[in-house]
């Protein structure tokens, strides 16, 4: 029924060029040291243009969609404009200072080894959502000493000695 010629077989398996079939990984390495270093800079760009859009273009009025949203920048129109500053201010001055570490540590990545590198990167990027994290942290806590619940400006401390200088 079915006839097998072994010597057939054997020819045509050696006429395959296995190499042709493997990938080149010489530029493997340098699409991943690439995208690293895309990576490395696509944090902080984010951060600046958001801290840019908040100055700028930031909603008038409180909203579930758009702007820097946080429970007491949004108990009224003043409280949400301070908040949709001071995010404006503190992202922009920290997309600019992680963008320009960002460029001095992916210029370090051109004389490293591969994996190397990638554990730079991967500390960096860490370093970054860490630091992001943080800001957020402060942004809400001074919005939080400022308004109320209700977006009411809470008095200062100089209100509340009696010292009105």
Do not use: H
């Amino acid at each position: 029924m079915f006839d097998f010629d072994l010597e057939n077989i054997k020819d045509s398996l050696d006429r395959i060029n296995l190499e042709s079939l493997l990938p080149d990984l010489s530029n493997f390495a340098s699409s991943v040291l690439t995208f690293t270093r895309w990576a490395m800079l696509l944090g902080p760009l984010v951060i600046l243009v958001l801290g840019v859009l908040y100055l700028i273009a930031a909603p008038k009025e409180a909203n579930y969609t758009t702007g820097y949203r946080c429970f007491f920048g949004m108990g009224s129109v003043q409280a949400w404009r301070f908040t949709q500053r001071l995010a404006g201010i503190v992202w922009a001055a920290l997309g600019l200072i992680l963008a320009i570490i960002a460029m001095v540590n992916v210029g370090k990545l051109v004389e490293t080894e591969l994996m190397d590198a990638l554990f730079l990167a991967g500390k960096f990027i860490l370093g970054q959502a860490a630091t992001v994290f943080v800001s957020v942290l402060c942004i809400n806590a001074v919005v939080f000493a400022r308004y109320d619940r209700k977006g009411i400006r809470r008095a200062s401390w100089k209100e509340l000695l009696g010292r009105d200088e």
